[in-house]
């Protein structure tokens, strides 16, 4: 079986091809895991991709498995709560930018059903209409992580090389 180029030399159970395998690319099937992976790309800025894979369980269960009505309504204490635990990346831009971004959510959420359905709605955008929209919404997103979001979620195409299994099972899949 191939896989996509960045896969080919990593072990079977390298957390890289782990992810490749059963996440990038694929839509989360909630916008709590739609929002987790929003936050693990905000915490990914300035960091290694490996740093949030060793640190996923730790970042969703800091922020309580991602639950957009939990985050939304975090204190000044639940901040600095973060800002102590570890197991999170202690950056308190990207705290604030997380807390703020589910409050945004919630919002988007009461107004278009679901974040999903907002997404969805805009998937014919260009990667630059993306930057923009995102960029009025959002806070610390830059072109880098609506990129890596957009595709890791499967909003945008162009995931997957064209050899790589995964992107016949997506293409199966619409």
Known sequence: M?????CNDLPKDNPH????DTQYGIKPSSDDALFGRLILEINQAGLSWNTIINKTDSIQSAYFGFNIQKIS????????RLMKDAGT?????KI???????????EI???SGSFDQ??????QNTLDDWLKVFKKNFKFVGKEIVNEFLLST???????DSDCPKSFNLKAEI
């Open 109 to 111: 959420q009461e107004k």
């Open 73 to 80: 309504k975090l204190e000044n204490e639940d901040i600095d």
């Open 2 to 6: 191939s896989y996509c180029q960045y």
């Open 154 to 160: 499967g909003y945008m195409p162009g995931v997957h």
């Open 96 to 106: 604030n930018a997380i807390v703020y971004n589910a409050k945004i959510i919630v």
């Open 118 to 123: 907002w997404l969805t709605l805009q998937s």
């Open 89 to 93: 990346i202690r950056h308190r831009g």
């Open 17 to 20: 091809r782990i992810y490749h």
